[in-house]
């Protein structure tokens, strides 16, 4: 097992794996980290579509064209999950009240699926491992791999995770400083623009130096196409098509 605190401060995005299987102890390890997730109320509202069928991450790469997911030996689908509360309700004759309807309702089972994520990627990576989260597994096409993963009302995708054993090593991008993410009691009142401008060129700088693929990308523009590409995504009907009616 690796220290906490190193894999805390290299953590990096792993896109390229060996054909080496990722083993059953391995795969124990990131379940018992999921399966410890943190989440609202302990409603454990989230589920993991655990992919290793080949045919079916080859289905998932055709859709979404992301070559990590047909490379790696696992591939896990973290979902928002009301589905099993719903039908042990209904087993026990309850009112299931129209919480999923609400946006409370959708922030709590992303927050509690977002949790699982992120304790199986300090797990996966503990054990040596490499993994790379996929947000495109949310906006491709959400409706096509719901039917593809046989995903029940009540449940919606997250975000997926490729899981395996790496064949990369990539460079550890640089982040915002402490003083633009870590607020002391309130907010930061300052102008925050020149910390963030030196922050936008030093991204600017790894883009153009860094090894593997190189970009003229600085970050603030590469982020604002990030979000005009996103307009296009209706997540909305893709929930509401899932059983979530998101009335208030």
């Given at each position: 097992?690796?220290?906490?605190?190193?894999?805390?401060?290299?953590?990096?995005?792993?896109?390229?794996?060996?054909?080496?299987?990722?083993?059953?102890?391995a795969?124990?390890?990131?379940?018992?980290?999921?399966?410890?997730?943190?989440?609202?109320?302990?409603?454990?509202?989230?589920?993991?579509?655990?992919?290793?069928?080949?045919?079916?991450?080859?289905?998932?790469?055709?859709?979404?064209?992301?070559?990590?997911?047909?490379?790696?030996?696992?591939?896990?689908?973290?979902?928002?999950?009301?589905?099993?509360?719903q039908?042990?309700?209904?087993?026990?004759?309850?009112?299931?009240?129209?919480f999923?309807?609400?946006?409370?309702?959708?922030?709590?089972?992303?927050?509690?699926?977002?949790?699982?994520?992120?304790?199986?990627?300090?797990?996966?990576?503990?054990?040596?491992?490499?993994?790379?989260?996929?947000?495109?597994?949310?906006?491709?096409?959400?409706?096509?791999?719901?039917?593809?993963?046989?995903?029940?009302?009540g449940?919606?995708?997250?975000?997926?995770?490729?899981?395996?054993?790496?064949?990369?090593?990539p460079?550890?991008?640089?982040?915002?400083?402490?003083?633009?993410?870590?607020?002391?009691?309130?907010?930061?009142?300052d102008?925050?623009?020149?910390?963030?401008?030196e922050?936008?060129?030093?991204?600017?700088?790894?883009?153009?130096?860094?090894?593997?693929?190189?970009?003229?990308?600085?970050?603030?523009?590469?982020?604002?196409?990030?979000?005009?590409?996103?307009?296009?995504?209706?997540?909305?009907?893709?929930?509401?098509?899932?059983?979530?009616?998101?009335?208030?």
């Amino acid at each position: 097992m690796n220290d906490i605190k190193r894999l805390f401060e290299t953590r990096t995005s792993v896109r390229r794996y060996e054909r080496e299987p990722v083993s059953e102890i391995a795969m124990q390890t990131i379940y018992a980290a999921i399966r410890n997730t943190p989440t609202s109320y302990n409603g454990q509202q989230f589920s993991v579509v655990e992919v290793s069928n080949q045919d079916i991450k080859e289905k998932l790469y055709d859709i979404t064209q992301q070559k990590q997911i047909k490379t790696c030996n696992k591939f896990l689908v973290f979902c928002a999950d009301y589905h099993k509360i719903q039908v042990l309700a209904k087993t026990k004759g309850l009112d299931f009240p129209p919480f999923i309807d609400t946006l409370d309702g959708v922030m709590v089972g992303v927050i509690d699926a977002s949790l699982a994520m992120m304790s199986a990627s300090i797990a996966a990576q503990s054990c040596g491992l490499g993994c790379c989260c996929i947000g495109y597994t949310r906006t491709a096409n959400p409706s096509k791999i719901a039917e593809l993963l046989m995903l029940p009302k009540g449940v919606f995708i997250v975000c997926g995770m490729a899981i395996g054993v790496p064949r990369e090593t990539p460079d550890l991008k640089p982040k915002q400083s402490q003083d633009l993410l870590i607020h002391k009691d309130n907010y930061r009142t300052d102008d925050i623009s020149k910390d963030m401008n030196e922050y936008d060129i030093q991204i600017a700088e790894y883009n153009k130096t860094r090894s593997g693929t190189t970009s003229d990308n600085d970050w603030c523009s590469h982020i604002l196409d990030y979000y005009k590409e996103g307009l296009q995504y209706k997540i909305k009907d893709y929930i509401v098509s899932q059983g979530f009616d998101l009335i208030r």
